[in-house]
């Protein structure tokens, strides 16, 4: 087949740079973070829960109750703080990524 050119076709329109894609993280990701976010928080207050029954139940006194509860939830709550510390600081460096990603492009 044969092309039919104009004499005074308009020029071809001046390009763009190219953008970089901006990835952002799946839903899915996002999705799982949140679901083991509360099945930990939720196992944390069940295991709570439980060593309170249980040393209320073989102590007879507040100090021995408190020592044995605090001991514990000090080790949960060190878990917990540094499972939540680590989502934080993936979804930290996500953004700075994206952010970054978004200034290249911007430059080129």
Same mark, same amino acid.
């Given at each position: 087949? =044969?092309?039919?050119?104009?004499?005074?076709?308009?020029?071809?329109?001046? &390009?763009?740079?190219? &953008?970089?894609?901006?990835?952002?993280?799946?839903?899915?990701?996002?999705?799982?973070?949140?679901?083991? /976010?509360?099945?930990?928080?939720?196992?944390?207050?069940?295991?709570?829960?439980? +060593?309170?029954?249980?040393?209320?139940?073989?102590?007879? =006194?507040?100090?021995?109750? =408190?020592?044995?509860?605090?001991?514990?939830? =000090?080790?949960?709550?060190?878990?917990? /703080?540094?499972?939540? /510390? +680590? &989502?934080?600081?993936?979804?930290?460096?996500?953004?700075?990524?994206?952010?970054?990603? &978004?200034?290249?492009? /911007?430059?080129?």
């Amino acid at each position: 087949m =044969t092309q039919a050119t104009l004499a005074g076709a308009a020029p071809a329109p001046a &390009q763009m740079p190219a &953008q970089a894609p901006v990835h952002k993280p799946a839903l899915s990701v996002d999705m799982a973070r949140i679901r083991y /976010g509360s099945a930990l928080i939720v196992a944390a207050f069940a295991l709570l829960g439980l +060593v309170f029954g249980v040393a209320v139940s073989q102590f007879s =006194t507040a100090s021995d109750v =408190t020592a044995v509860v605090g001991s514990v939830t =000090t080790v949960v709550g060190t878990i917990i /703080g540094a499972f939540f /510390g +680590v &989502q934080a600081g993936a979804s930290g460096k996500e953004a700075a990524e994206a952010g970054r990603a &978004q200034a290249e492009a /911007g430059r080129a």
